[in-house]
């Protein structure tokens, strides 16, 4: 019986051992593991939906800008020592890349031909994107096109060049271009990538690499960053070219245009104050929506006393012409004239772009009111992407009207731009692109003969210019810089990185004024707005600022104090044009703020990667 | 029950008091033991009654009995009792008694078995049923409380039905771990059985006796086992337990409720911080608190509600405590047995009901429990017993409100000073107020919510069924073989309405946020289904007479699913019904669930040896496999050993032998496994999402998915390794008796942010097994029973002290610069730093001076108006200038400094009782020692306005704590509002003026029990009756009741860190309890 009995238990025991593995596999019930993922188009429309949602910018305007600033600016704009290496974080993120290259590696899975085609492309896209972005902040950055070990070496290798890098964007958005579907279906035209997307980005980012590398050609900021591994390197003018020519591409595929409906008074801003996003002219959107709660902010921070207090700066509202095309700066008294005076007879975009004489914000006919100092501080208050009183969108996060990513009016510009730097750009060229800018708001055609005759002193200034601009015809590149800086206020990645790549962060050092106010007294800047302004003890009512009396040095006044100053010396003032930023630095380093710094953890973490010039 | 027998009942208590009797004689004599030497501590008692006494060290007794010829029991641990006749004219006798190998055989339950007392070499604590019998807390956990050392209970809530959370040997893992329970060898959960049921509790703490539980046994194991019927009890024994009292809260409820000066105070501490009042009154309107400051009741002349313009204002004195709560609420519990058996089938059947109301008085919060058990044991053959053991638990939580009770009490505890009724004069709710600022809501609706068809209802149930076979199929080996099924269910449902509330005469509004306060109802069911097998063989032998040797070995195997399906349905039809069926479909119901499963299976095994008792070995190991591992990682070895020495079986003992019963040595060392990560964590799993906000331009939120984060490829079991010293003493005939153990724990490879990756990575870093804790301790029990003789009768008593301290320490963690924000290597776990206070500026110009010299501004949030007298001084410890943490590191931490540890690391008990004349009373004392905790930050019991500037209840005459130029010696600073609640203001930041010594010392329980004689009962055919009374958590001493009484010391810490979210401002009480009661036997 003893026998026996050890003998079936040992049986029983070698039988169950065996199996023993296979019994404790399981998996999941009620989620999906990766092998039984990437299977359909949905599935890899879904992976990549968060490319969308990650990669662009929802924060609604463009702040970080010499002729846009707020209250207290970020340490991007204020620079010095406001601006430091940052223990981590700071943009070196390379999360959603993973992501990319995870969609990348798992596409293959997918069993619809057409589909694994189309979502590479689109992954493809976004990695161009993110390239772009990382390129345009640090410079040589590490090319990495597969998921990461946790062991793999790789994650400790030195940054490639810049030039690898672009290699690779490029192939990535040609890959884009070439396979990419065209418009997308409504409602989701405009929000989705198609390959015309794909065209705008690779005339964007071959622009900035043409243009950066033109202004910063000697030396290269970084040993050999402008080759690629194996020697090679594309020229500034092959980039500039690369863009020109994507930007012809999809002008010539005349999937898009400027709109217009002949209102050279309201067009413009309907583009931006728009429910939703106007497919004809705008290629990549963020839809917002009032019934789903996806909404932003911007109508508020521009109306609201507890938000920034945003403002454009008296630089850029000088630089718009005036309606008959002539400059503003060659007027008698321009630097000293009040506002109503100011903005009367200029280009209809600035009229569009920030609140002048009759632009009523609340109900029609009820109330109108000009600049609100306590809105802005620069007395200049943008409205482009301000909604109608009616929907309330003054509350905190009420705005849904679409935030445009790219438009044609960007791709017209590009392309005006690389042939002007290039040196080869003609009147044909000028009709085929800013004359469709400036046909929209009724404003005459830029002449390019006339332009390089006649470079804008204005522009070429130190205080107020690029004087950094030594070609031949600098007067048209001038031009069209104005030209851009006018369309594109408060859009897309930026003026911040305008500046970087004409090698223009000096502009970040040129004066910020406001206003000009021509000492204490009563104003009245729209309809029936009243203004007091007093250097003493006032007892007047309404709404009163006090301005800084230099010879008394008054600091104590509870009211909010005005630092007025004259707009050609810089001091201080009982009248002249408001230096909001009076008591904000801001300094641009020539030496080092070309490059984000890279965050001190990252340095330690891998030791062949070395911090950017002079960044300590 | 018939009504004769309550007659005899009382009749039985009646003559119980009635005299004794007469003795008139004396006996005296020795008692040996079989190799002559004396034996002390043998009682000796007159059979057939209560008279006794016991021998002295000498062995010799003496005792008055009466003159006829009587019969002496002769009794001592260890020895087989005696009944001694003495003759009627016999005065002397020598009684030699013969070792009891019964005792000896006293066994204890082990894992997969039972191990005689004698030979454990682990560290196993024992808990009788005769010790939780009597105790009339609602479960075991809270019995269990300070009874066992090392075995550490924690109760985070007082509401009904909330239990005790277990901890064996201190901080487990930074992961977290619990025991694991097992009863009748099967996982359970300890406090869904009742306590009634119980056999006996083994507490074992140390890894040579958990080993043969592997991978889930880390970090303790709890055995309950169940009573069963017994073989020779062929007459069946009905036992009945009836108990009923009341419950109250342990602190005070006694809070300001004159309007006035709720609305003085909260008012003077509002303005301090925003320059506002909190309440919206004037001159006009304070002079209207004041004319009614003494009304305690209203006034006709002088209403508590007027309208004034049309909309209503509220001069009243509201004591809202006691409009919302009851202090004493009612609380019974009935629970009856059955057991007999006789050598072919032995039962016991049990069932219990317990219900508590709660304090809520609109309608009351009730916990209702429901036990069954049913345990039958059969013959089959010879050879074969087939059992079948089935528990059934049911139980349901009903309580009003908008939420979690917890909920009700914190939000409840804001915005409703005392000037506000809960009503107005025609009925309706006041909800929205004039007075209030615009964005706050009178007590948060609550006591609306309590008062409304809100529903909220939990149900749990459990259903447990073994079915086990034992087969002997020789002398010596026994095979076991069971399968169980267990399934146990939530389902919970919550019920919301509209309120409706008016701010004006004649106008109702309603308020409908989407949220709360909407009409939907939402179900929720989760069904957890576990089925075990085990399948063991014990083998025993002995050979030559001093070799025994005892082999177990088996398998295990556990499979367990979880399954939750949700409904969320809108605008019922009805606000009374709540049921799915009644839902409109005007809005879209949502659904959602999800399911999960694991599976264990481990081979273990124990092979025990002892040399005549003498020298005892043992080892044990189990292989233990998860289905929580990856494949090649899903395995792993936990083994054991341990070892004895029974000095005092030593022939060389013999001399010390009658003075020091027992003396044992034993250690252990061992390894175990902590399965306890996700069930599918090494996969990297697909979610599918909405979107927070994003759209591609359709009329939903676009959907996306993700990965899982990457996981690290060798992730694997944590494991425990420990060992174990224990003594065991007995003395002075067993009288004393002492244990004590030391021990060390290293948890080895806790799951952890493994290594700093270079951001390339582009993922969170996976959790690596990357960090180490030592947890060091040590347990002393002390057992001290005797008895003696007072007034003829004897008086029985006994002193059970307990003790027991850990310190845990991280041995490893990724943290090289020792940031104090994470673990580092060195850190005592627990470790507070906070500032050192140099107590409050005396004068606004000493503030001024001191703050221009040294930078506050640290803790300046709220600070309105510049530092003055009566602030908190920060003390700049590093002298840089500046109060601040430095780094943050170990060597950089600014002026913070160490200040204490908020683990409750020492606790101790101590049981004490005696019995004389039928009557017994016991005592139980537990308690911790020092530890702190700084009171956090939206406590009001414990801040008052100085958090969030609205407490509803707000300490009676708090004003006098607080800092004024009358009182510069207060405790508490000048008034300002909102200085706690944020983090970064003055009472916001940890320092050592407000930190709380948390240590306690409980009167945990007294039981006050008279037995009736039963030379009486049984006349009546009562077996046993006992009536007794009993009070559960009478009083607690500690150092915080100096500064609040309305705070029980275990209720002190941090519920949950969200400043959002935070049920910190006010829990439920923690509770007393009274109970009379009545155990029947026949």
Not at chain 1, 22 to 44: G, H, K, V
């Given at each position: ?170 192939e990535d958005i040609d890959e884009a271009i070439e396979n990419l579907p065209g418009k997308a279906k409504a409602p989701e035209t405009a929000y989705r990538v198609n390959k015309y997307t794909a065209m705008a980005l690779k005339a964007q980012f071959c622009l900035f690499e043409g243009t950066f590398r033109k202004y910063h050609s000697d030396p290269a900021p970084f040993e050999n960053s402008y080759k690629a591994a194996d020697g090679s390197t594309t020229t500034w003018q092959e ?377 300590k | 029950m018939r009504l004769t027998k309550i007659l005899a009942v009382l009749s039985i208590l009646l003559s119980a008091a009635l005299g004794l009797q007469a003795q008139n004689r004396t006996v005296s004599g020795t008692v040996l033991d079989a190799e002559g030497l004396a034996v002390p501590g043998v009682g000796v008692i007159l059979e057939g009654t209560s008279t006794g006494t016991v021998t002295g060290f000498d062995g010799t007794f003496s005792l008055q009995v009466p003159s ?885 209840f707000l300490a009676k005459n708090f004003l006098a704590n607080c800092w004024s130029e009358d009182n510069p010696d207060a405790y508490f600073p000048r008034p300002r509002s909102n200085v706690a609640s944020n983090g970064g203001g003055e009472l916001g930041r940890v320092n050592d003026r407000y930190i709380q010594n948390v240590r306690y010392l409980r009167f945990k329980n007294l039981t006050i029990g008279y037995n009736l004689p039963k030379s009486f009962i049984n006349r009546f ?62």
């Open positions: 019986m003893k026998k026996k009995f050890l003998f079936l238990a040992l049986a029983a025991f070698a039988a169950v051992s065996c199996n023993l593995e296979n019994l404790l596999s399981l998996n999941p019930e009620s989620q999906l593991t990766p092998e039984a993922y990437f299977r359909t188009a949905e599935d890899l429309q879904l992976f990549s939906n968060t490319f969308y949602n990650n990669l662009l910018d929802k924060a609604p305007f463009d702040r970080e800008s010499d002729v846009f600033v707020e209250v207290n600016p970020s340490n991007l704009i204020r620079g010095g020592n406001d601006r430091t290496v940052p223990a981590s974080g700071g943009g070196w993120s390379f999360t959603n890349l993973r992501k990319m290259n995870t969609l990348l590696a798992n596409v293959d899975k997918c069993e619809d031909a057409k589909a694994v085609t189309e979502y590479t492309a689109l992954t493809k896209f976004w990695r161009a994107y993110y390239y772009a972005d990382m390129v345009r902040k640090f410079g040589d950055v590490p090319w990495i096109d597969r998921e990461l070990g946790s062991a793999d070496p790789a994650l400790y290798n030195p940054r490639d060049t810049r030039e690898t890098v672009l290699q690779h964007m490029i980039y500039l070219t690369m863009a020109a020519d994507a930007a012809q591409m999809l002008m010539q595929s005349n999937q898009y245009r400027i709109f217009s409906t002949g209102n050279k008074n309201a067009d413009y801003l309907t583009l931006f104050n728009s429910d939703n996003a106007n497919t004809d002219e705008i290629i990549l959107a963020i839809n917002f929506d009032r019934d789903l709660k996806i909404m932003h902010d911007c109508s508020r921070e521009m109306t609201a006393q507890t938000a920034a207090r945003y403002g454009m700066t008296k630089k850029l509202v000088d630089m718009y012409l005036m309606a008959d095309g002539s400059r503003f700066t060659d007027k008698p008294g321009w630097n000293v004239m009040p506002f109503a005076e100011e903005v009367a007879d200029r280009d209809p975009r600035l009229a569009q772009t920030i609140r002048t004489p009759g632009y009523s914000w609340k109900n029609p006919g009820v109330s109108k009111d000009g600049p609100e100092f306590a809105y802005c501080q620069t007395g200049y208050q943008p409205i482009k992407f301000v909604q109608t009183y009616s929907v309330k969108p003054y509350t905190a996060d009420n705005s849904y009207n679409d935030m445009p990513v790219i438009r044609y009016a960007e791709v017209l510009l590009i392309y005006a731009e690389a042939k002007a730097e290039l040196g080869t750009l003609t009147q044909d060229d000028v009709n085929l692109s800013i004359k469709l800018l400036r046909d929209r708001v009724g404003m005459p055609n830029l002449d390019v003969a006339y332009a390089n005759e006649h470079p804008d002193p204005y522009l070429m200034s130190e205080e107020t210019g690029y004087p950094n601009v030594t070609d031949v015809n600098k007067g048209v590149i001038l031009e069209i810089r104005r030209e851009r800086a006018i369309e594109l206020f408060q859009e897309g990645y930026g003026r911040y990185f305008d500046l970087m790549r004409w090698k223009a962060g000096y502009c970040l050092n040129q004066p910020m004024y406001g206003m000009y106010i021509a000492g204490p007294g009563q104003y009245d800047f729209g309809d029936n707005s009243k203004y007091t302004f007093y250097t003493g003890n006032s007892s007047a009512t309404g709404t009163r600022y006090k301005i800084f009396d230099p010879a008394t040095g008054d600091a104590t006044a509870t009211d909010e104090l005005f630092y007025l100053v004259n707009p050609l010396t810089g001091e201080l003032a009982t009248a002249g044009v408001r230096d909001a930023l009076k008591t904000v630095p801001h300094s641009f380093d020539e030496s080092k703020h070309y490059f984000y710094p890279i965050p001190e953890k990252e340095l330690q973490l891998n030791k062949n990667l070395k911090q950017n010039p002079n960044w | 006829k010829e009587v019969v002496l029991v002769v009794s001592s641990l260890g020895y087989v009792t005696q009944n001694v006749t003495v003759g009627a004219a016999q005065s002397n006798v020598v009684v030699t008694l013969a070792e009891d190998n019964l005792t000896l055989e006293e066994t204890v339950v082990v894992g997969y078995g039972t191990q005689k007392k004698v030979n454990l070499t682990g560290a196993i604590t024992s808990v009788e049923s005769a010790a939780l019998e009597n105790r009339t807390a609602h479960n075991l956990t809270t019995m269990l409380q300070g009874s066992v050392p090392g075995l550490n209970i924690s109760t985070s809530s007082g509401n009904p039905g909330s239990t005790g959370t277990m901890n064996i040997r201190g901080y487990t893992s930074i992961n977290g771990g619990e025991p694991l329970v097992l009863i009748d060898g099967i996982e359970g959960s300890i406090n869904r059985i009742n306590p009634q049921d119980v056999a006996s509790i083994s507490v074992i703490k140390d890894a040579s006796s958990a080993a043969v539980y592997g991978a889930r046994a880390a970090y303790g194991v709890i055995l309950v086992t169940t009573k069963s019927g017994s073989e020779d009890k062929t007459k069946a024994t009905v036992r009945y337990s009836g108990r009923f009292g009341v419950e109250m809260p342990t602190t005070s409820t006694d809070w300001e409720t004159t309007g006035y000066w709720s609305v003085y105070t909260i008012n003077k501490f509002w303005y301090e911080s925003k320059g506002s009042n909190y309440v919206n009154y004037g001159q006009a309107d304070m002079m209207e608190l004041l004319r009614r400051v003494n009304d305690k009741t209203e006034n006709p002349e002088r209403p508590w509600v007027v309208v004034k313009d049309g909309k209503y204002k509220y001069y009243a004195n509201t004591d809202w405590w006691h409009e919302l709560y009851n202090d004493v609420h009612p609380t019974t519990n009935h629970s009856v047995s059955v057991s007999g058996g006789n050598n072919a089938v032995k039962y016991y059947v049990s069932g219990q009901y317990d219900r508590q109301e709660g304090m809520v008085k609109a309608r009351p919060d009730v916990y209702e429990k429901y036990n069954l058990r049913a345990k039958i044991d059969a013959r089959i053959n010879k050879w074969a017993r087939v059992s079948n053991n089935t528990n059934f638990f049911v139980s349901s939580y009903d309580y009003p409100g908008l939420a979690d009770i917890q909920d009700s009490f914190a939000y409840g505890d804001r915005h409703a000073p005392a000037c506000f009724p809960l009503k107005n004069p025609d009925g309706t709710w006041i909800y929205f107020a004039d007075a209030l600022p615009s964005s706050y809501r009178l007590a948060n609706g609550r006591h609306w919510a309590y008062a409304s068809d809100n529903l909220n209802l939990q149900k749990r149930n459990d259903f447990t069924n073994t079915t086990e076979l034992t087969v002997t199929p020789f002398q010596g080996l026994t095979l076991k073989a069971n399968y169980t099924y267990r399934t146990y269910s939530n389902h919970d449902t919550h019920r919301r309405n509209l309120i409706e509330y008016s701010q004006e005469p004649g106008v109702v509004q309603t308020y409908n946020n989407g949220g709360a306060y909407d009409n939907y109802m939402t179900e929720e069911i989760k069904e957890y289904v576990r089925q075990t097998w085990n399948v063991y063989a014990t083998y025993e032998t002995s050979i030559a007479k001093s070799h025994n040797i005892k082999v177990m070995g088996g398998f295990n195997y556990d499979d367990y699913h979880y399954k939750r399906v949700a409904a969320k349905g809108y605008d019922l039809i009805s606000t009374e019904l709540s049921d799915l069926a009644l839902i409109t479909t005007t809005r879209s119901p949502e659904v959602g669930g999800n399911q999960s499963a694991w599976r264990m299976a481990g081979f273990f095994g124990r092979a025990n040896y002892d040399f005549k008792g003498r020298y005892l070995f043992e080892v044990s190991a189990r292989y233990d496999g998860s289905s929580r591992f990856e494949k090649g990682h899903k395995f792993g070895f936990f083994p054991s050993a341990s070892l004895g020495w029974r000095v005092s079986e030593e022939p060389f003992f013999a001399p010390v032998k009658h003075i020091v019963n027992n003396f044992k040595i034993r250690a252990s060392y061992g390894t175990l496994g902590n399965q306890n990560v996700g069930n599918f964590s090494y996969i990297r799993l697909v979610n599918f999402k909405d979107f927070a906000a994003f759209n591609f331009g359709g009329s939903t939120m676009a959907r996306y998915t993700n990965l899982g984060d990457p996981v690290a490829s060798d992730k694997t079991w944590e494991t425990s390794k420990q060992s174990n010293l224990g003594i065991d003493l007995a003395l002075f005939g067993n009288k004393l008796e002492l244990t004590t153990e030391f021990y060390i724990r290293d948890t080895d490879g806790m799951l952890t942010d493994g290594m700093d990756l270079p951001a390339t990575y582009g993922a969170d870093v996976p959790q690596m097994n990357a960090a180490d804790l030592r947890t060091k301790g040590y347990e002393i029990s002390l057992s001290w029973r005797d008895s003696f003789k007072l007034f003829g009768n004897d008086f029985e008593y006994f002193v059970k002290p307990s003790l027991s301290q850990y310190k845990s320490n991280i041995t490893r963690f990724n943290n090289e610069t020792k940031l104090l924000s994470n673990y580092y290597e060195g850190m005592e776990l627990g470790e507070i730093w906070g500032f050192h206070v140099d107590g409050l500026f005396a004068s606004d110009a000493e503030a001024q001076e001191y703050t221009s010299r040294v930078d506050q501004s640290y803790c300046s949030a709220n600070l309105n108006g510049g530092w003055k007298a009566g602030d908190v001084k920060y003390a700049d410890l590093d002298g840089d200038g500046v109060i601040g943490i430095g780094k943050n590191t170990l060597d950089d931490h600014g002026d913070r400094i160490y200040l204490g540890n908020s683990l409750p690391r020492l606790h101790y008990g101590v049981q004490a009782g005696f019995s004389y004349f039928g009557f017994d009373v016991s005592a139980f004392f537990e308690g911790t020692g020092d530890h702190y905790w700084y009171p956090s930050r939206y406590n009001f019991d414990f801040w008052g306005p100085y958090s969030l500037g609205y407490p509803t055919g009562i077996e046993g009756l006992r009536v007794y009374f009993s009070g559960e958590n009478l009083a607690y001493w500690s150092p915080i009741k100096k500064v609040t009484d309305h705070l029980d010391p275990e209720s002190c810490f941090d519920r949950d860190g969200d400043p959002v979210n935070d049920l910190n401002n006010t829990s439920y009480p923690w509770q007393k309890t009274f109970m009379f009661g009545i155990d029947l036997t026949f």
